[in-house]
């Protein structure tokens, strides 16, 4: 699928990019709570469990690594919104 420019697209186009927009959003924030939801049950079983290994410790980097990709993803949803506005679609 092309990226076609914001500023080409008809009224209807726009507000289906708004709508995948919102979804991408939900998405994002449903995916970063279930895997900080991972991460303190990780950390809380290892916490009470009778060896502390560090060892355990290791594989919880993994939903922390995957929780900084889903934040630090470029906001590219500025010019989208900016352009609804000035069309009146927002």
């Known amino acids: 699928m092309e990226k076609k420019d914001i500023y080409s697209m008809t009224d209807e186009e726009l507000l289906i990019e708004k709508k995948n927009l919102r979804n991408s959003k939900i998405f994002h924030a449903l995916a970063i709570g279930f895997l900080a939801g991972i991460f303190f049950v990780g950390i809380v079983a290892w916490g ?18 995957l929780i900084y990709k889903l934040a630090k993803k470029p906001d590219t949803s500025g010019d989208l919104v900016e352009l609804l506005k000035k069309r009146g679609l927002y």
């Open 48 to 65: 009470i469990s009778s060896k502390m290994n560090f060892g355990m410790l290791i594989p919880l980097m993994i939903p922390v690594f």
